[in-house]
């Protein structure tokens, strides 16, 4: 199951790395990728085994200092 989030203020490899690693520690997901945007919104792709809740994707993003937009 994917579910796509677009996440603000990520500017570089370290913001994707950061947003990556809190969302893989959710349960039952198997891939993040980051189509990182500069200054924007970049678009996550988190593919899992399970339906995800927003406010777990949220809390994840938030956690590694970001928003979701």
Do not use: F, K
């Not at 370290?14 to 520690?25: G, R």
């Not at 980051?34 to 924007?40: K, Q």
């Amino acid at each position: 199951m994917q579910t796509v989030i677009n996440v603000s203020g990520m500017t570089c490899g370290h913001c994707v790395t950061a947003v990556t690693e809190e969302l893989t520690a959710l349960e039952g997901v198997q891939a993040v990728d980051v189509d990182l945007v500069a200054g924007g919104v970049s678009p996550v792709t988190v593919t899992a085994g399970r339906e995800l809740s927003p406010s777990e994707l949220q809390e994840a993003v938030e956690e590694a200092g970001y928003s979701i937009a």
